[in-house]
């Protein structure tokens, strides 16, 4: 580490606790993630493409990537509404709600799928209105969506909710003084400011969505080509012992994930320098 | 992907001079809780609701099942691995991340965040090829017979994989708001650096930790996905409660099935009081300065 040069910096320390960072970093998740690479790298580009791209693959792609989409659109929506109400409006039980809004990421994503399944099936609390209606949503793509929905909730609330809290109140004010209505100021003035941050929160959300599982596979139903998300088709390839179609699968998802990853971090900094 | 972390701005806007007409806020937060309601109240209540369908005698009895303690069993050692091991790594990482400036920096906590950008299943198949019969190290495992997948080894793998971020996420931009202004006057009068880490650092970062702590042994109790992978499912000896609650619900044992998992629930509520009061806290001691 000799590029490291630690002028003018009196703590002690670096060196042992960059080196255990390093070490425990590479343990833990370069390592057993190379494996993947590497795994993927041994197949040959003919048994790689039919692995990933045979038709029940490429329909999982549709649908995962679809509905965790939709999600993350509901999610833009109802979560920009949900921070601007927390952090706007005063009403009893804000802070109970606040709290709540966590929720999806500490309920156990098991737990969410099963009551979700319940709660959305034909006769659960939710299902029995919608069902004579025609709307069925448990074992159909559309209780994908309603998981994906649920979990990405707090992605976009604890993304734009602090950017809402940092507004300035004169540009408002501002924009008033200078004849701008209401509906005016939101739309000119606070949107083009909340945007970054609303992008970085459906990101976040989408990308939840892409990669989740467990609340999903309860409420899906599971059907091939209808109904069945890339990351169950990875566990029912691994089931069958075709370790080299779910290791093919699993690269393709990590590369979208990394990619959404590189998109987010542009966001953030997008968002930090208008922040500024 | 990234969870989102503590924010430490603690401006309060309730009090904005320009607002909505008053039907305005009305119907806006009505449909904001509405949506609210639909999404994260209704699930909730469904838990406790089934899990109590059919009395406290059949909640309990479901709760007193030997599968049932044995999953309890495994989660809690899961957790008790899992949740230290990150938790030092998080204090160290944070160390190093936070006090001091290198090149690469935004690039190690990047890669840091990476277990919140892969998938779950993906994070437990990656053991299956390291451990597994047919993966790297799967023939020397197999001639030393010792079992890491399908075994408990594998779910303790996994689960650290998956909570990895947790405790550094809190703690690097905390330690980072702190600066090292305090840390460096200890050393100037006299203090040794393990001092100065447990007397000035340590009480400051308290509550971050506790906030880290909180959320990663949620995430180590409730995690599905990948210990799902791993994990072989056998009962009564390598199933976690989360991997118990599908397996009931699937023999369409509801009712044990809900049980099972109200007492998921449960640690999701306390989770939450948890979070919020450390969350509170953090943002107290950040104002004080």
């Avoid at chain 1, 703590?11 to 690479?37: C, K, N, R, W």
């Avoid at chain 1, 099936?121 to 919608?130: E, I, P, Q, T, V």
């Avoid at chain 1, 924009?175 to 005016?184: E, I, K, M, T």
């Avoid at chain 1, 088709?233 to 093919?248: F, H, N, R, V």
Wanted: aromatic share 10%; charged share 15%.
């Amino acid at each position: 580490m000799k590029i490291l040069k630690r002028t003018n910096n009196v703590l002690p320390g670096f060196g042992p606790t960059m080196g255990y960072t390093l070490l425990y970093l590479s343990l833990v998740v370069l390592i057993p993630l190379s494996a993947l690479v590497f795994k993927t790298a041994g197949l040959s580009w003919h048994d790689f493409l039919e692995a990933v791209a045979a038709p029940r693959v490429l329909a999982s792609y549709r649908i995962t990537f679809g509905a965790a989409l939709a999600a993350a659109g509901i999610n833009a929506v109802f979560g920009v509404l949900v921070a601007w109400v927390l952090v706007r409006y005063p009403f009893p039980g804000k802070r109970l709600v606040d709290a709540l809004v966590d929720l999806p990421f500490a309920l156990p994503t098991a737990v969410a799928g099963i009551t979700l399944a319940t709660v959305y099936s034909a006769n659960g609390w939710a299902g029995k209105y919608l069902e004579p209606h025609g709307i069925k949503v448990a074992f159909t793509p559309l209780g994908i969506i309603v998981a994906m929905t649920f979990i990405g909730l707090p992605f976009v609330v604890r993304t734009v909710q602090p950017v809402i809290e940092e507004l300035d109140a004169e540009i408002e004010e501002a924009a008033a003084c200078l004849g701008a209505s209401r509906w005016q100021t939101f739309r000119r003035v606070l949107f083009p400011l909340l945007t970054p941050s609303v992008l970085t929160g459906f990101a976040l959300a989408f990308a939840r969505g892409v990669g989740e599982y467990g609340s999903i596979i309860f409420i899906a139903g599971n059907m091939p080509m209808v109904s069945e998300i890339t990351p169950l088709l990875i566990i029912t390839k691994l089931e069958q012992y075709d370790y080299q179609g779910a290791t093919a699968i699993a690269t393709v998802m990590l590369v979208a994930s990394f990619t959404m990853l590189l998109v987010i971090n542009l966001l953030q900094r997008w968002s930090r320098r208008y922040a500024d | 992907m990234a969870a989102p972390t503590t924010t430490y701005t603690g401006k309060n806007n309730g009090n904005h001079r320009i607002t909505e007409p008053a039907p305005v806020r009305w119907l806006l937060t009505a449909i904001a809780l509405a949506f609210l309601a639909l999404f994260l109240a209704l699930p909730l209540a469904a838990v406790f609701s089934q899990a109590f369908a059919k009395g406290w005698e059949t909640y309990l009895a479901a709760l007193w099942e030997p599968d049932t303690l044995s999953s309890v069993k495994l989660t809690l050692i899961t957790a008790a691995v899992a949740v230290p091991l990150n938790l030092v790594f998080g204090v160290i990482a944070s160390w190093a991340i936070a006090k001091f400036t290198f090149p690469g920096k935004n690039l190690l906590i990047t890669l840091i965040d990476l277990p919140f950008s892969v998938s779950p299943v993906i994070s437990g198949l990656i053991y299956v090829l390291i451990f597994g019969r047919q993966g790297w190290l799967g023939p020397w495992l197999d001639a030393h017979d010792i079992k890491i997948v399908f075994a408990v080894p594998g779910i303790i793998l996994a689960t650290i994989f998956v909570t990895f971020p947790f405790i550094a996420r809190e703690l690097i931009p905390l330690m980072e708001a702190q600066g090292k202004d305090e840390e460096e006057a200890a050393l100037v009068l006299g203090a040794s650096g393990l001092q100065t880490f447990l007397r000035v650092t340590l009480p400051n970062i308290k509550w971050g930790i506790i906030y880290g702590v909180i959320l990663c042994n949620a995430r180590a109790m409730g995690e599905f996905g990948a210990v799902s992978v791993v994990s072989g499912h056998i009962r009564g000896s390598t199933n976690t409660v989360p991997l118990h609650v599908e397996i009931l619900y699937n023999e369409y044992n509801y009712t044990a099935a809900f049980a099972v998992a109200s007492l998921l629930a449960l640690l999701a509520l306390v989770t939450l009081v948890v979070k919020t009061v450390a969350e509170w806290k953090v943002q107290q001691q950040l104002e004080r300065e």
